[in-house]
Every structure is written in structure tokens, then in C-alpha cells.
């Protein structure tokens, strides 16, 4: 059974960056395509980004593209979400998933805890 801890989470300035990440246990995080979401206040979980299993390949909503960065070390069984640019609607809590589907994956198999990310104006 993988367990997934996400970290990284907190409050920033508009305009701010942080770094999420999410690290694996229990499992081996180089089986498993990689992702994350988010959950904002009244909103639906929404797709952020995927990474394949040895990171060559990437997949991206359009509204992060630019913004957002995913990247792993599987070596450390972990993964990341350089944000940069932030806007107070990028507030959400955020979530790493781990699939062993297909690239991009229609389903995940297991799912982190979440991170608080705040962006005040």
C-alpha cells in the first residue's frame, strides 16, 4: 500500500512561489505516473499536472502551463510542484496521485493528504 505525504503548503504574496512536495511510502514512486490537483473552496478537484514514470514525459492543464513545473527524484521516492507566478485564485488545497495507468492516466490508484496553499492579494 503507497502512501503519498504531501508538504510545501502555506501562505504567499501574489506574485510569490512555492514549492510542493510529495513523498512516497510504502511503494516504489518510480511504478507510478505522477500527478497533482486541486481542490479550491465550493470548486471541484481540477487536473494540474502528470509526469511518467522516469519523468520523460509531461502533461499539463493549459491554465498552469507557464506557471507550474512538475517534476521527481525517484531516488528520494519523491515528487514536486514549482509554482510560480501565484494569484490569489491558485488558493486551494492541493493533492499528489499516484497512477499505474497509462500515460496521461484516467485513474489514480492512490492519493495524498493535501497541502493548504493560500495566495493573499
Known amino acids: 500500500q503507497v502512501q503519498l505525504l504531501g508538504s510545501g503548503g502555506g501562505l504567499v504574496q501574489t506574485g510569490g512561489s512555492l514549492r510542493l512536495s510529495c513523498a512516497a511510502s510504502?511503494?516504489?514512486?518510480?511504478?507510478?505516473?505522477m500527478a497533482w490537483f486541486r481542490q479550491g473552496p465550493g470548486k471541484e478537484r481540477e487536473f494540474l499536472a502528470a509526469?511518467?514514470?522516469?519523468?520523460?514525459?509531461?502533461y499539463y492543464a493549459d491554465f498552469v502551463k507557464g506557471r507550474f513545473t512538475i517534476s521527481r527524484d525517484n531516488t528520494k521516492n519523491t515528487v514536486y510542484l514549482q509554482m510560480n507566478s501565484l494569484k490569489p485564485e491558485d488558493s486551494a488545497v492541493y493533492f499528489c496521485?499516484?497512477?499505474?495507468?497509462?500515460?496521461?492516466?484516467?485513474?489514480?490508484?492512490?492519493w495524498g493528504q493535501g497541502t493548504q496553499v493560500t495566495v493573499s492579494s
Open positions: 510504502g511503494g516504489t514512486l518510480s511504478r507510478y505516473i
Open positions: 496521485a499516484a497512477s499505474a495507468d497509462y500515460f496521461p492516466p484516467s485513474q489514480y490508484d492512490y
Open positions: 509526469m511518467s514514470e522516469t519523468g520523460e514525459r509531461t
